[in-house]
């Protein structure tokens, strides 16, 4: 075994790890990330899927941390793509000489907590044992895909893809039959994508979606000056938000006050924005309030009704079975339209689930779909999916995996009791992810993480570690909020029942993202009551 002795490990090189690697080197750490994919970029390194784009406006999807990085880099749409996000994630690392400590093609296989030496021992794939005093996961929130297997997969003739496993170098589909198992926000993304230019498209489709028209446009040198200009009102706007967005819902109890016909007006204004502001603009209300819900709902599905030209499949397109916002809302651009191209089909695989694969394509119900490629946008192990596969051991052997299997618990999803030193950006818990823009939340993470280590280390102590009531108040509160809410009574990856035998409990905070900015700030001011600092 070869060792390596840092004062801190991160373990990711996407959105989060990069900032967290340049914040404790700066600090003046030795650090080193590990990485596992061939370059850096995370999410927007595997996602390499046609159609694939953020669906948070870009003036607010970047780092914030360089005035010279603002004044630099060009943004060239409102949604840019994924090639051009993998761009902004190496230029930063270019720019700012992240590279030289970063270990690409490095997995992380187990990770222990070494109590005599104060240190965590993560050992790679390749046998190299770094020896770290901190420990920080920046592993992202949604990096376990989600794989199907059917029955008779090695007879199929065809590709199998998934969208988070895509492959690097260019696929060509055009003129071929296509297949799609899922339709949420990265399904919608395909399908949109390929309809024009693939033979036959046939979604196989479980659960229908309320997705949002997203209101995309090139940015010019014009809007760029008009962005740099809001930089510094955005810059701190984004943090005093519900969502990490330059928007906010309307008061608690306002939409009450306001007739039918006005409360639409503020929808149409949402909707007109063509954004997640669709989302997290509108009224608190519609979070935990059937009828509010299913006012905005009905809203909702008539947007969607106008789009589509056969009434039978719109009925097939639009949910019935749920609420608008209970899941994750995803934005789309030209979703629905594609299934008015006669090359365009649907088939419901909640009424007639999927057999297997036949040598041609996929069979349902007996009848055989002929396919050259079925395409999996099946989503992700979210949340606890990847840390929980790094083989994670805390103090006497305490095993993360084995902890989060019944109980999914974190203190503000930043520590977990009994791993000392381990600090999560994107950890369950806390509101990245599912409720709020991932770039907002994880820069107010990795500075708050930053600070807590500098904190040890100026006092001279060696570990950190929250109590075990201190988590259980978090638990508690972060549940009762949680269940306080429309989105407990639905099946879907923020409850974390898309993957079988997990725990039902709402992934990410829903309190806002501000309110918890504000708690995190908090108890920093206050000396960090409720961990210990030994
Ligand atoms: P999602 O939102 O989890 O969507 C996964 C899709 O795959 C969804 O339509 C699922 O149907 C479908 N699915 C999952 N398992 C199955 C099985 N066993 N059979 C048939 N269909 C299945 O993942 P995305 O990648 O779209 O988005 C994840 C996040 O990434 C997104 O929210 C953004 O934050 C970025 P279901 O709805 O479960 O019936």
Not at 401 to 414: C, K
Request: with cysteine.
């Amino acid at each position: 075994m070869s060792y390596k002795y840092l004062d801190a490990l991160v373990v990711g090189a996407g959105v989060s790890g990069l900032y967290q690697l340049y914040k404790l080197r700066e600090a003046g750490l030795t650090v080193t990330a590990v990485e596992s994919a061939p370059d850096v970029g995370g999410t927007w390194y595997w996602n390499a899927y046609p159609g694939c784009r953020v669906d948070s406006p870009a003036n607010i999807y970047q780092y914030w941390f360089s005035q010279e990085l603002l004044d630099d880099w060009e943004w060239s749409e409102r949604f840019p793509a994924q090639p051009e996000i993998k761009r902004y994630l190496q230029h930063v690392a270019n720019r700012f000489d992240l590279y030289s400590s970063i270990e690409l093609d490095t997995r992380v296989v187990s990770a222990h907590w070494k109590e005599q030496e104060g240190r965590w021992h993560v050992t790679t794939e390749a046998g190299l044992v770094y020896a770290a005093k901190y420990l920080v996961s920046c592993v992202g929130l949604l990096s376990t895909p989600k794989v199907l297997s059917f029955p008779n997969q090695e007879v199929f003739q065809g590709q199998v893809y998934h969208t988070a496993k895509w492959p690097q170098e260019p696929v060509d589909l055009k003129g071929l039959r296509v297949g799609v198992i899922g339709n949420g926000a990265t399904g919608i993304q395909v399908i949109q994508t390929l309809a024009p230019e693939v033979a036959e498209l046939t979604s196989f489709q479980r659960t229908p979606q309320y997705a949002v028209r997203m209101k995309n446009y090139a940015v010019d040198e014009k809007i760029m000056a008009e962005w740099r200009a809001d930089y510094p009102r955005l810059s701190q706007l984004v943090h005093n938000t519900f969502g990490g967005f330059p928007w906010d819902p309307a008061e608690e109890g306002h939409a009450a006050t306001l007739t039918i016909e006005q409360r639409r007006e503020v929808l149409e204004e949402c909707w007109a924005d063509g954004s997640l502001r669709m989302f997290v603009g509108t009224f608190p209300e519609v979070l935990v309030d059937p009828v509010m819900n299913e006012e905005v709902t009905e809203f909702v599905r008539e947007k969607i009704r106008v789009q589509i030209n056969d009434p039978d499949l719109a009925q097939k397109l639009i949910p019935r079975d749920h609420g608008y916002g209970l899941r994750r809302v995803p934005l789309e651009n030209g979703y629905y339209e594609a299934f008015n191209q006669s090359n365009v089909h649907l088939v419901d695989i909640k009424a007639t689930p999927i057999d297997g694969f036949s040598e041609r394509g996929l069979v349902v119900g007996g009848e055989e779909y002929p396919l050259d490629a079925l395409i999996m946008a099946t989503g992700f192990d979210a949340g606890t999916g990847t840390l929980s596969r790094m083989g994670v051991e805390g103090r006497d052997g305490k095993s993360l995996t084995a902890l989060w299997r019944d109980d999914i618990r974190t203190t503000l999803g930043l520590q977990v009791h009994g791993f000392p030193n381990l600090f999560l950006v994107g950890g369950p818990l806390s509101p990245i992810a599912a409720f709020c823009n991932v770039q907002t939340c994880a820069q107010q993470q990795v500075d708050w993480v930053t600070d807590a280590i500098l904190n040890v280390v100026n006092a001279g102590k060696s570990t950190m570690e929250p109590t075990a009531e201190r988590e259980e108040e978090w638990v508690q509160h972060h549940d009762e909020v949680a269940n306080e809410t429309l989105m407990m009574t639905i099946d879907s990856w923020y409850t974390g029942a898309n993957i079988e035998g997990k725990q039902r409990r709402l992934l990410s905070y829903i309190g806002g993202a501000h309110v918890y900015r504000e708690l995190c700030d908090e108890i920093q001011a206050q000396g960090y009551p409720g961990f210990s600092i030994e």
